[in-house]
T-cell receptor, first 110, second 113 residues
Framework: EDQVTQSPEALRLQEGESSSLNCSYT??????LFWYRQDPGKGPEFLFT???AGEEKEKERLKATLTKKESFLHITAPKPEDSATYLC???????????FGEGTQLTVNP | DVKVTQSSRYLVKRTGEKVFLECVQD?????MFWYRQDPGLGLRLIYF???????EKGDIPEGYSVSREKKERFSLILESASTNQTSMYLC????????????FGPGTRLLVL
């Protein structure tokens, strides 16, 4: 059974204070690791897909990295508008299904 | 841009009512999904469909059914709503050729009284 664990559950940062969110996973045959951002009361918004260990993707202040056991979402010099819940999900060999973690709620204070 | 729309943002129903939630995607995606999201439980897959008229149970299908008569439309049906079905319902779609990236709709917050 595929499993995803995200840590920490919640993170408070000051504006400009860089940090990382962790996503640990176990999956039979990784076919993709996905990061989403979710604002309160809205659907998740796709950020990145990573497929193999060593891969990195960047978008503005966000950078996602992948190893064989975990992924990190690095946030550089965050701004208040980066406040959201960040979800991690994996796709294994079970077709199109994703297994989601419970998310990290990020708050960036001005 | 991929667009996934859901028929209602907020819905209030009474126990025992039949409830229809509709989802439409405009990207000709093969796969469509219904999730519910609850605090502390994360996103849980209810049903999914990989083709018209095809459906597969997810992790929590009890009390729900689905219908996919057209490729762009996937409906979630609560046959007899109960209070424990109060939740945020999210629809998603993905292409069979884009390695599984799912795109989500805005969600329907359902309250069953």
């Amino acid at each position: 059974e595929d499993q995803v664990t995200q840590s920490p559950e919640a993170l408070r940062l000051q504006e400009g204070e860089s940090s990382s969110l962790n996503c640990s996973y176990t999956v039979s045959g990784l076919r993709g690791l996905f990061w989403y951002r979710q604002d309160p009361g809205k659907g998740p918004e796709f950020l990145f897909t990573l497929y193999s260990a060593g891969e990195e993707k960047e978008k503005e202040r966000l950078k996602a990295t992948l190893t064989k056991k975990e992924s990190f979402l690095h946030i550089t010099a965050p701004k208040p508008e980066d406040s959201a819940t960040y979800l991690c999900a994996v796709r294994g060999t079970s077709g199109s299904r994703l297994t989601f973690g419970e998310g990290t709620q990020l708050t960036v204070n001005p | 841009d991929v667009k996934v729309t859901q028929s209602s943002r907020y819905l209030v129903k009474r126990t025992g009512e039949k409830v229809f939630l509709e989802c439409v995607q405009d990207m000709d995606h093969e796969n469509m999904f219904w999730y519910r999201q609850d605090p502390g439980l994360g996103l849980r897959l209810i049903y999914f469909s990989y083709d018209v008229k095809m459906k597969e149970k997810g992790d929590i299908p009890e009390g729900y059914s689905v219908s996919r008569e057209k490729k762009e439309r996937f409906s979630l049906i609560l046959e007899s709503a109960s209070t424990n079905q109060t939740s945020m319902y999210l629809c998603a779609s993905s292409s069979g050729t884009q390695k599984g990236t799912q795109y989500f709709g805005p969600g329907t917050r359902l309250l069953v009284l």
